[in-house]
């Protein structure tokens, strides 16, 4: 098969629906502007990022059946820029316009356990882990997995949120408690060298490329920077773009894809957990290769060839938290491109932007 088996590429002027109106949202629209296209937000909260920049918002729930009829009937395909919506949504879209990527990708994404078993199913190797629904399931786990070890929620959880570190000693059923007694995974903490991750593009026809792989330093749970290279083996490299491509054409997956993993001493690799869109990791791309992260995925979905992923020089990327976006650090500031969110509120550990600083 070649692209031109592809369904028809969406024509200039179409419109993109997106669901989201984060700045993953926000990003995706300035890509597709750029391609000719418009963008049509779908968000329940007011003034979302991504509307300052998009054609068009719908402000309504993700389970308001009239609303997303309306959508769907003023867009000619629609995507994703979050995990966290009903599959519920997606399925009363789906039967009304193309959703990529598809209803799969989201549904394993969203609960931590059944995300944990599709990777081990794909023959990933993970952190021990364990499922907890109860305080009696946790002291049994605590006995299985061994300490020092993380209780994470199952579902909703991301930035560090929804987890609980445990210690020998700790008050474990408080720990619980402080999850809301929600259904949780226990999984071993792992002594790992470094972070990394894979940025992977796929097309409807399966083809597929993986940017260079960045490595990721995280401070209480929040992305804080990436490095690109990332200094580890070539063979690490290779082994979880290899990794990222199984789990891309498992889920028949069309658009872009993250899959974050621990890097062992011994060169090994546990796969922690995967995200079925754009990626905070991957926000170098633009300013870095020939074609960024938010184009490619504009050109998966909309069913055009995927863009060159070669990169020109290497480079950082840090986040911007809270009140650092009104004062960005001055060491980062000199020669970096700046990208601001246009969130109203810096409240304390919120992603307000990110700055890309070439290295070399």
């Known amino acids: ?9 969406l ?6 629906g997106i669901l989201g109106g984060g700045q993953l949202g926000r990003m995706l629209s300035v890509a597709a502007a750029r391609l000719g296209y418009r963008t049509h937000i779908y968000d329940p909260g007011a003034h979302p990022p991504a509307g300052q920049v998009a054609q068009d918002v719908t402000t309504a729930a993700f389970d308001d059946v009239a609303a997303l009829e309306r959508f769907a009937a003023m867009v000619d395909i629609i995507t994703y820029e ?43 190797a993970t952190a021990p882990f364990v499922p907890v629904a109860s305080p009696e399931d946790l002291t049994a786990a605590l006995a299985q997995v061994g300490m020092p070890s993380i209780l ?7 930035d560090g949120k929804g987890q609980a570190r445990l210690e020998t000693g700790d008050d474990y059923e408080a ?9 949780c995974i226990l999984e071993a903490l792992v002594p790992f060298v470094c972070e990394v991750s894979v940025i992977i593009a796929r097309d409807h ?54 899959l974050e993993f621990f890097v062992l001493a011994d060169g090994s690799l546990l796969a922690n957990e995967f ?21 490619q995925h504009v050109r998966a979905v909309a069913g055009w060839p995927l863009g060159d992923v070669t990169r020109f020089h290497d480079v950082e990327m840090a986040n911007l938290l809270g009140d650092e976006a009104l004062a960005a650090p001055e060491d980062l500031l000199e020669d970096a491109v700046l990208t ?15 700055l890309v600083k070439r290295l070399s």
């Open 152 to 158: 994470k929620t199952r579902r909703f959880g991301y």
């Open 175 to 183: 720990a619980h408690r402080s999850l809301g007694h929600a259904p």
């Open 275 to 295: 995200a079925p869109r754009v990626h905070n990791s991957g926000h170098w791309t633009p300013e870095a290769c020939a074609t960024g992260q938010f184009e």
């Open 1 to 9: 098969m070649t692209h031109a088996d592809l369904p028809q590429a």
């Open 205 to 258: 026809l399966g083809a597929s490329r993986c940017y260079d792989v960045p490595r990721n330093e995280h401070v209480n749970g929040i992305l804080r920077r990436s490095f690109v290279p990332a200094n580890v083996d070539a063979r690490v490299a290779d082994r979880s773009c290899r990794a990222a491509t199984a789990l891309a054409d498992a889920l028949d997956y069309v658009g872009v894809l993250a």
């Open 340 to 354: 601001l969110y246009g969130k109203r509120d810096a409240k304390p550990g919120r992603k307000m932007g990110h």
């Open 82 to 124: 979050f995990e966290n919506i009903p599959t519920r949504a997606l399925d009363l879209l789906q039967d009304r316009r193309p959703i990529n990527p598809g209803r799969q990708a989201l549904w394993v994404s969203q609960d931590r356990l059944v995300e944990k078993r599709f990777l081990r199913d794909l023959g990933l």
């Open 11 to 16: 024509v200039t002027g179409g419109t993109i």
